[in-house]
């Protein structure tokens, strides 16, 4: 597990002072990847770090000289269209030396020169077109928060909310890789076949009860072979960083298909991921402790157990949604506050999805993503979709300026935040994930 360092130091600043400001995401403490070009041009997608209100071209730098022996080998490798091919399959100990020399020459101590070079291959974040992170081969969705099962399941199944196996195994299901989409994409309403009327037979319409998912994905770094595979004290070290997900759902088609190989063409229509990706070093600060089982509950099977990940597992990760509806934009309205969550209620970590997920010797490989599923709490005020806020739609959501929703209609925009703050050590974030849906074709 990796340890916190002079990069995560509080009071360490950026001679770039949109890095200094309390409410970015991006302090010197944080240095998300991202893949970018100038919106102006499209041309030459490079690896970018943000800091700041600015991406910074990592090539860029490294052809100015900026770069030493240890922290070489990944900015030699920037001038690429994927953080998979550059980044993520690099070893930890490389990943930490790019790390530590990028907080040098941003650091308020770095020198005339080098920040001169260092300001040349800055872009503002505005002026940036992003990409997704990675070529992503594979995608996975797990369902790791035992609250949002809970209340998924009372909805169909009042009397046993969780089937057997659910605090046994992480249940996940393949995704589709090939809709994945970058944050700021039109989403399209799907069609699909509903079955409304149980005396008719189904028809093939616009979907009518669309729905957002607020969820965590993370990359894996280092791949396994075919037939190998990752234990539990191992399972971080096959982990690059993490991002927001929206696992886009359509209820009503998932109602009607789902029995009884689970989601299909309910889940595979969309799916939005953040452009930055948050480091696990920077991350390193805000772990948290696995979730608490209650008493009763089984403990993890043994390839899914280890004191480490017992004791800090989770990671303390603020999560909001918001909704701006149409009609909102159209009055300058403030996006309205939907849901606020925390990753670290999930049942299951990170370490024990990724370990599960190659326990059978599944070959897990660079770039792919693995999502936690929706990540909800306790309360009413923490479920991530709608389908638990409205409860199956219905209990609709009053919004601020007399509109009502059950469901996400033609124009809504859902935006997803997150962040981590904890006393010692600076707010960092994940910026956001937006999408806007347009009428079905």
């Known amino acids: ?59 860029a730098c490294y052809e100015s000289c900026l770069f030493d022996d240890e922290s070489f080998a990944i900015a030699v490798t920037a001038d690429n269209y994927c953080l998979d091919h550059s980044v993520m399959r690099k070893n930890t100990s490389v990943q930490s030396a790019f790390r530590r020399r990028l907080s040098e020459i941003l650091s308020e101590k770095a020198d005339e ?12 974040i505005e002026e940036a077109q992003f990409y997704l992170p990675a070529h992503i081969g594979d995608y996975t969705d797990f369902y790791s928060s035992i609250f949002h099962a809970t209340n998924v399941g009372s909805m169909f199944r009042p009397d046993a909310p969780l089937l057997p196996n659910y605090k046994y195994v992480p249940i996940g299901y393949h995704g589709r890789a090939s809709s994945i989409v970058v944050s700021g994409t039109e989403i399209t309403r799907p069609k699909g076949q509903n079955r409304t009327n149980p005396d008719a037979a189904p028809e093939f319409v616009p979907c009518r009860n669309l729905d957002y998912e607020m969820e965590v994905g993370f990359f894996v770094g280092k791949g396994n072979e075919l037939g190998e595979t990752i234990s539990i ?7 690059f960083g993490l991002c927001l997900v929206n696992d ?6 998932q109602a009607w298909e789902y029995q009884p190989l689970g989601p299909f063409l309910a889940k595979n229509f969309a799916t939005s991921v953040s452009p930055f990706v948050v480091t696990m070093e920077a991350l390193a600060p805000f772990r948290a402790s696995a ?49 606020r969550s925390n990753m670290k209620d999930l049942y299951w970590t990170i370490a024990q999805m990724l370990t599960h997920h190659a326990s059978n010797g599944c070959n897990l490989q660079t770039g792919d993503l693995i999502a936690t599923g929706t990540v909800s709490g306790e309360s009413k005020e923490e479920r991530g979709c709608l389908l638990e806020l409205t409860w199956r739609g219905k209990e609709p959501l009053q919004l601020p300026n007399g509109e009502t929703r059950r469901f996400l209609e033609d124009g809504d925009e859902i935006i997803m935040k997150g962040f981590c703050e904890r006393e010692g050590f600076r707010r960092i974030g994940f910026g956001e994930c937006r999408g806007v849906i347009a009428a079905a074709e």
């Open 113 to 124: 020169n080098t920040r001169k070079s260092v300001q040349r291959n800055l872009i503002p």
């Open 1 to 59: 597990m990796i340890e916190i360092n002079e990069t995560h130091d509080q009071n360490l600043k950026s001679w770039i002072e949109s890095a200094n400001a309390p409410g970015t995401d991006f302090p010197i403490q944080n240095l998300p990847f991202c893949v970018f070009t100038r919106a102006c041009t499209y041309e030459n997608v490079r690896i970018g770090v943000a800091v700041g209100n600015f991406v910074l071209d990592v090539y």
């Open 291 to 339: 979730f608490k089982r209650p008493e009763g509950d089984p403990q993890p099977l043994e390839y899914l157990y280890s004191e480490q990940n017992e004791k800090a597992g989770g990671f303390d990760i603020n999560l909001e949604v918001y909704l701006q509806t149409q009609k909102m934009r159209e009055e300058n309205a403030e996006p309205f506050l939907l849901s």
């Open 233 to 239: 004290e191992e399972a971080e070290d096959h982990i």
């Open 248 to 253: 886009w759902s359509a209820r009503d088609i």
